[in-house]
Nanobody, 115 residues
Framework: QVQLVESGGGLVQPGGSLRLSCVVSGSFSSMPFMGWRRQAPEKQREFVAGILSTNTTRYADSVKGRFTISRDNAKNIVYLQMNSLEPEDTAVYYC?????????WGQGTQVTVSS
């Protein structure tokens, strides 16, 4: 079993910053991929950022230059630093990891950007 627990969401004003964390626990040998997706109300879940075990990263065009994904392999944590937040970034953010040939998901953390 693999468990993912996200934290760091909340309410922030436009232009503000938040850092999301996702702690992965359980039984696994490696995590080739760790990433974040988000789902806004009445919209489909969309890719935000991903990072490979080689530290190669990829971002959605909408967050490039504002968001940074990183991982701590010793602690099995993936982070998402979000700067210059916009109201359009409001969504539930989900962590996901690929390990043991399976993709696992966290429960999600709410991010609300509003004045």
């Amino acid at each position: 079993q693999v468990q993912l627990v996200e934290s760091g969401g909340g309410l922030v004003q436009p232009g503000g910053s938040l850092r999301l964390s996702c702690v992965v626990s359980g039984s696994f040998s490696s995590m080739p991929f760790m990433g974040w997706r988000r789902q806004a109300p009445e919209k489909q879940r969309e890719f935000v950022a991903g990072i490979l075990s080689t530290n190669t990263t990829r971002y959605a065009d909408s967050v490039k230059g504002r968001f940074t994904i990183s991982r701590d392999n010793a602690k099995n944590i993936v982070y998402l630093q979000m700067n210059s937040l916009e109201p359009e970034d409001t969504a539930v953010y989900y962590c996901n990891v690929l390990t043991n040939g399976v993709t696992y998901w966290g429960q999600g953390t709410q991010v609300t950007v509003s004045s």
